[in-house]
């Protein structure tokens, strides 16, 4: 399963390098946030897809036994997700006011 998410990185990680190298400013957005995608599923790849149970301590226990799943590359793309909407929605107001000033089609 890993290397399936490993080869889909490199292909967002590719797809939006090619975006951002064209000389289009839709281009570069939408390259942007796939550049994003792909930074979430990498961390999501780092952390190690498992299937598990919650990690939550028992009483009486000290120590998680296995399997559990790991709540910190979840919280890590959470975060992720919300800086990366509000970098894209203010790339988008920008490349709004860059064509208004410009007067462009």
């Known amino acids: ?35 994003g995608h792909g930074g979430n599923l990498l961390i999501l790849t780092m952390g190690r897809v498992s299937r598990g149970r919650a990690p939550i301590i028992s009483p009486g226990q000290t120590l998680l036994l296995e399997p559990y799943a790991d709540p910190v590359p979840q919280a890590l793309i959470l975060t992720a997700i919300v800086i990366g909407f509000g970098v894209i929605a203010f790339a988008l107001v920008l490349v709004r006011r860059v064509h208004e000033a410009m007067q462009t089609r």
Request: aromatic share 6%.
């Open 1 to 35: 399963m890993e290397i399936h998410l490993a080869l889909c990185v490199g292909m967002l990680y590719g797809a939006g390098l090619y975006l951002m190298l064209r000389r289009s400013l839709v281009k570069l957005l939408l390259g942007l946030a796939l550049l």
